[in-house]
């Protein structure tokens, strides 16, 4: 009878230590670069060539890859005290930020383009059918963006996501006070993209899910 228990025992630790290991799918560089490519996105080569995107083996499938920022560091906070805010982008939309370098969104057209000081709520929008890039936004301190928007205007967060803005046309400008602006403006985006641009906010791409 001990001997059938162990037999088993041993059989079902045999069969969680190989489920564990086919969890971890290995791409080479090469492989990794060809993905990137096939799927439009090959500006991302040079942050892999340079160690900024790694593969996230452990997480990467036979289906599906995806890369992370290498010792990255991600936050769940609310809009009054967040530093960094997320976003994820469809193929179409991260092309155009690093067909922009980085200096501009796809801001003028008629969606609301939410940012959210959440990753993984942002970062949830990233699927298999919806593949593409999350991006980091980041800003000069704790609540800065809540300072400029919700304080020092009158333009107001959406609960999800720990508050989020809607950046674009149909988005939160519309309860923005437009007399506080310097000039008037057709969206949040417009504002956000003069930030970026300066460098008054730092965008990273910090990870990507591709269809491999």
């Not at 403006?185 to 993209?193: E, N, R, T, Y």
Request: proline content about 3%; charged content about 20%.
């Amino acid at each position: 009878m001990f001997r059938k228990y162990l037999l088993v025992f041993s059989l079902v630790l045999m069969i969680l230590f190989s489920a564990g290991s086919a969890s971890a799918v290995e791409m080479s560089k090469e492989e990794i670069i060809k993905t990137l490519e096939r799927n439009n996105l090959e500006k991302l080569v040079e942050l892999v060539d340079k160690g900024y995107l790694v593969l996230d083996a452990k997480n990467t499938t036979v289906n599906q890859m995806k890369l992370i920022r290498k010792g990255l560091v991600t936050y769940d906070k609310t809009a009054e005290n967040a530093a960094y805010w997320y976003r994820s982008m469809m193929i179409p939309e991260a092309q155009h930020l690093l067909e922009n370098s980085y200096k501009t969104l796809k801001w003028n057209q008629k969606t609301f383009l939410g940012i959210a000081p959440s990753f993984p709520y942002a970062s949830s929008y990233l699927t298999a059918k919806n593949p593409g890039i999350t991006v980091e936004f980041g800003t000069d301190g704790n609540g800065w963006l809540y300072q400029q928007w919700s304080k020092d205007n009158t333009c107001q967060i959406k609960a999800e996501g720990g508050g989020t803005y809607g950046l674009g046309l149909t988005g939160t400008i519309a309860s923005c006070d437009q007399k506080k602006f310097p000039s008037p403006v057709l969206a949040l985006g417009s504002i956000f993209s003069d930030w970026m641009n300066s460098f008054k906010v730092t965008t990273k791409v910090i990870w990507v899910l591709l269809p491999r």
